[in-house]
Structure formats: structure tokens, C-alpha cells
């Protein structure tokens, strides 16, 4: 815990001395939910995440892997596109003593073709656009951290960018409450051209708690650096699960607020749900992504 505590400052000391008053961000996708459980939950994943889905979240949450597991998240996003998360994670032994996991994960936001138009609006054939990050992360007892390599395409114009996530978690001695900090989308910004924007900065903090058997409850504040709006997660799930078989489900709910009303990106209820079998999981979640409505998410996770 006392490890913990140095840590933040750390953390938070980096976040701020690169902060810019800046109106817009870039890279939005980076803000959209890779795990269909969490997104049940309103996102609150700081405390809450385990496996390789904390590649999204909090990377110090691979630390729970102990063996090879894979994920497949997937979501219908507004006109037509896609947004898909592959992961793959596996425990590479101890280092003094300690475990090391890693995890590498790709994310992609794929649109469909835009219709051109000259400046005369007739038809000028089309163009499409997309978004993808590579993220590599470990984590080594309670501290990880991961570094990203985002890549956007419009219209066959480029830009690249790298940024890192660092984030911590520690259980509290003698209490079933967990705690998580992280910062995520640190970097330099991303440049279409002659124009650079700021990546979607943020920094997290949030507790996990087993109330009891089953029923746990987690809280996440995140403060969006740039875009200046501090979004609240609370979420809560029911799981049961029989140790001798492996089998069970989960019901899962959540609700988000940004800044102080429900008017927001984000804001609203979530809900979910799961099943497991034979070391997978199925998760399946609808929650509040824009200002147009919802979106349902799949997540298909394996263990081997």
C-alpha cells in the first residue's frame, strides 16, 4: 500500500506537467469500451479489471493472468461501422519473485465508404476512413503499464502517434476493497497534416468492493484532461459461478454521469450480462455511447 501512494503522485505529476489548454482531442476511438463486462458495469474497470481486457482499463489488472487467454470484443458503432478488440495475454513466470504477465491487443474502428462530392455536389466517387491502436502491456505484481501505437487513416491521409498507460491497484489489508489509479493516452498528439491534436488524456481512480458472495460494487471518477470533463462510473455485479464445473452467469448494471448532469456523452444506464463454461466467457452489455443512443457490445473471452 505504502508502494501505492508514491506511485500517484508519480502518476499524477506526469499527467499535468504535459497538460495544454487545448478545446479538442483527437484519437476518439481510444475513448470507446473493449470489454462488454465492463461496459455493463458503466465502465467503472480502474479496480474492477482483470485479464487481458485491462489492456483498456488499467494494465496493472493483467496481473490476475496465470495463464494463456484470449478476448474478442465486438460493437456496431454509428453509420455502418465496426469497432473490434483483439487480445491475447499469458503469465511469463516471476522476476525476484514476483509475477509478470503481458498482453498485446489491437483495436479498430473500420467505417464504411463516404460518398464524395465535388464543389458543385455532384458525385466524385468515395473515401473511407479508420482507426486502430497496438498496445503492448505487463504488469508486474500491483503496478503496470502499456505503450500504444495509434494509427488514423481519412481519405487515405495518415496519421500516427504512440502514448502510454500507467496505472496501479493494491488491496486493502484485512477488507475486500480494492483500489485502482491509472493514467491513460499519455503522448504528444496525433498530426493529420499540418494540424496536431491532443490524444484523449485521462486520469483515473476508482475502488472495487465484494459486499458479499457474488455481489460486488465499483466506483471510477476519470478526468479527461484535455476535453475538461470528469465523467462518474458506478457499477455492480452479480455472479455466480459453481468452483466444480467452472459454469455460471452474471447480471450486471451500471450508470454514468459527465460533469454533474445526464445530458452528456456517456451518461446514462448500462446493462449486461454473462455466461461461463468450459473456461470462456460470454459477456454481452448495452450502454450509452453518444448523444444518438446506445450500443451493444460482445465479448467472447477463453482461458487455456
Known sequence: MKKLILILPVILVCSISIAVHALETGAQFLKIDTDARLSGMASAGVASVYGISA???NPAGLSSITGPEVAFSHSKWLMDSTHDFVGFG???GSLKGNKVAM???VTRLGNSSFEGRADDRSVSGGYSASDQAVSLGFAIKNIGGAVKYIQSSIAGVKAEAFAVDL???SRLSGLPVTLGFGVQNLGRGIKYLSQRDNLPLSVNAGFAAAIMPGISLAFDVKRLVYDRQTVFSAGTEYAMIKTDSGMGFALRGGYGITGLTANNEKSGLSVGAGLMA????LDYAV???TALGSMQRVTLKKKF
Do not use: F, I, V, W
Open 278 to 281: 468450459l473456461g470462456a466467457q
Open 287 to 289: 450502454s450509452p455511447e
Open 167 to 169: 496505472g496501479a491497484r
Open 90 to 92: 499469458a503469465s511469463m
Open 55 to 57: 489492456l483498456g482499463y
Open 103 to 105: 498482453g498485446l491487443g
